[in-house]
């Protein structure tokens, strides 16, 4: 079987799965997110925290819990990195570098899961187990619980309250996430994915050296580092080695784990607002630009640029050679159209086109389909400003499902629009302006260009992957892209729960004759363009300076 046609199988199959698996897990997010009733777990754990799992409160409020929890998470996982070298389990592992704990605790608490360490010879079993897979659960659950509020605040009946925070994250968690991933852990272990508490095995080469290999808890991360959107790996090799990824068949659920639960959310939408179709039009708009991307992404590996690719037939270098190259930018495209980052093949190794194409993905702000939960509320809030530029074409005060855009709501989602972009460019132009920071670079010229630019676009949407011809274990890169991954993550959260709570306010008026309707094939298309000109265009002359300038270099050459 060619690789074309084992490539279209594996796309086949993932769309039936996605398509069958859409309805009911969008049906029963919905469910867990507007119930009333609490487990009994639930009601434990809120009197422990001194919550009152009824109330629900204005955004202020929501925020602070967001931004409060968050903060407090870095702290625990930054002493747990320090003082690794005290615990249990640590293999003989020494505490980290105080620039590099700061990074790692961030980067895991802000869903990006950035990694400038080798995870095998960095971090022990515990830290793994209670440090990092804890907070790719939770920092998933908080992504989820600002979408839901966002969503409440447009269906909410001038009460001004878009929910309670601590409910939310508790749900999220307990009863989306934590089931989902015990299912999906024991999938993955029978396709191979190890599991155990080894501190390493040593083996002699065939060359007569010794190699040791270290084993530990790898699948019960492996599926929550998909599931919920993180990335990383426990391994240096990511989802390339094979004791994260044996076989195509983890190669492909793990694809699935990445996309189910992004592709799910607008089902979920549509179901908590009660019109159906409002959701369909999301979906639609995330599928397309993600069929484009992962069209444009295969065609430019299978037949790139260059003497060498030409005469092979396709790019294969730092492809996934055991899976095929179609599997490798199945994969890339999946993992850089949500916030996920674990990679199965070097992104620095694709073509000029195929590089760019998965670097804009992660521009466009994650939203096809996105990260869990953020790619919705990024969907949403480009909603709102497509709804926005039609009110202004037809002269006619905006609103999107009974609730008017005004002046507030407007400012709230141009804001959010503009953090990404004010942090990835103003990051990777401080970068780029000292010899002693460019130094890092392994290229120069528009490929070094591209190093950077991926970096920082990887920090500021909480993605991950890294085109890794950046040394960015330096004192500088660690605390710089940190930063980037705090205010990534956490700016755009308080303009969303600040827009959730002015929707909010406001009692929602009747549709009219002169209503947009927001979830007809027309309005799909205006919220396609929107995506593409308010997004993409953003960073069109930063691209033109790259990966632009590479592809069209490469070309004449």
């Not at 799965?17 to 969008?26: D, F, R, T």
């Not at 509020?149 to 989306?176: E, H, P, Q």
Request: avoid cysteine; charged fraction near 10%.
């Amino acid at each position: 079987m060619s690789d074309a046609t084992a490539g279209l199988l594996q796309i086949g199959l993932l769309v039936v799965v996605l398509a069958a698996v859409h309805v009911p897990l969008g049906d029963f997010m919905a469910r867990t997110f507007t119930g009333a009733r609490h487990l009994r777990v639930e009601r434990g754990l809120y009197r422990v925290l001194r919550v009152d799992g009824d109330a629900e409160v204005r955004w202020p409020t929501y925020a602070l819990g967001v931004l409060g929890f968050s903060t407090v998470s870095i702290l625990f996982l930054y002493a747990f990195l320090r003082l690794q070298h005290f615990l249990p389990l640590s293999l003989g592992m020494a505490g980290m570098e105080p620039t590099q704990a700061w990074n790692t605790a961030v980067s895991f608490v802000g869903n990006t899961n950035w990694q400038s360490y080798s995870g095998e010879s960095a971090v022990g079993h515990l830290v793994q187990m209670a440090g990092l897979a804890v907070q790719n659960f939770l920092s998933a659950a908080v992504g989820l619980a600002v979408a839901v509020a966002l969503v409440r605040g447009l269906v909410s009946r001038a009460g001004g309250t878009i929910g309670n925070f601590w409910v939310d994250l508790t749900r999220a968690t307990l009863r989306i996430l934590l089931p989902l991933s015990v299912l999906g852990a024991v999938a993955l272990l029978l396709t191979g994915v190890v599991q155990n508490f080894s501190g390493g095995t040593t083996y002699t080469t065939l060359a007569g050296g010794t190699q040791t290999i270290v084993g530990g808890p790898i699948a019960s991360q492996e599926v929550i580092k998909e599931l919920g959107t993180n990335g990383g790996g426990f391994f240096n090799a990511n989802s390339a080695h094979p004791f994260e990824n044996p076989t195509p068949f983890s190669n492909l659920f793990e694809i699935l784990l990445i996309l189910v639960i992004p592709f799910s959310l607008p089902r979920t939408y549509g179901t908590m607002v009660g019109d159906r179709r409002q959701g369909n039009a999301i979906l639609a708009v995330m599928g397309a630009v993600f069929t484009v991307s992962l069209a444009v992404t295969t065609w430019s590996e299978t037949r790139g640029y260059g003497a060498v690719p030409q005469a092979v037939g396709s790019a294969m270098e730092g492809k996934e050679t055991r899976f095929g190259e179609w599997a490798s930018t199945l994969f890339a495209t999946a993992t850089t159209s949500t916030s996920t980052g674990a990679v199965n093949s070097f992104h620095d190794s694709y073509t000029p086109l195929g590089g760019g194409t998965v670097m804009l993905n992660m521009m466009m702000g994650e939203v096809t389909p996105g990260g869990v939960g953020s790619g919705l509320y990024g969907m949403l809030v480009l909603a709102i400003i497509t709804v926005f530029v039609a009110g202004l074409m037809v002269g006619r005060t905006p609103e999107y499902l009974g609730k008017s855009i005004r002046q507030k709501e407007i400012t709230y989602a141009a804001l959010y629009i503009l953090v990404t972009p004010g942090v990835l460019l103003t990051g990777s132009a401080i970068a780029l302006s000292d010899a002693d920071t460019r130094s890092a670079l392994l290229n120069s010229g528009p490929h070094g260009l591209t190093e950077m630019l991926y970096a920082f676009a990887s920090a500021a949407n909480n993605n991950g992957s890294a085109f890794a011809g950046l040394s960015a274990n330096t004192p500088f890169y660690n605390t710089a892209l940190g930063l980037a991954i705090y205010l990534g993550r956490f700016l755009p959260m308080v303009f969303v729960l600040a827009l959730a709570g002015a929707f909010a306010a406001q009692k929602p008026a009747a549709a009219t004759a002169g209503t947009l309707p927001t979830r007809t094939p027309t309005f799909a298309g205006m919220h396609l363009a929107v995506v593409v000109v308010v997004t993409a265009l953003t960073f069109f002359p930063a691209l033109a300076l790259g990966p632009i300038a590479e592809a069209v270099s490469g070309a004449q050459s």
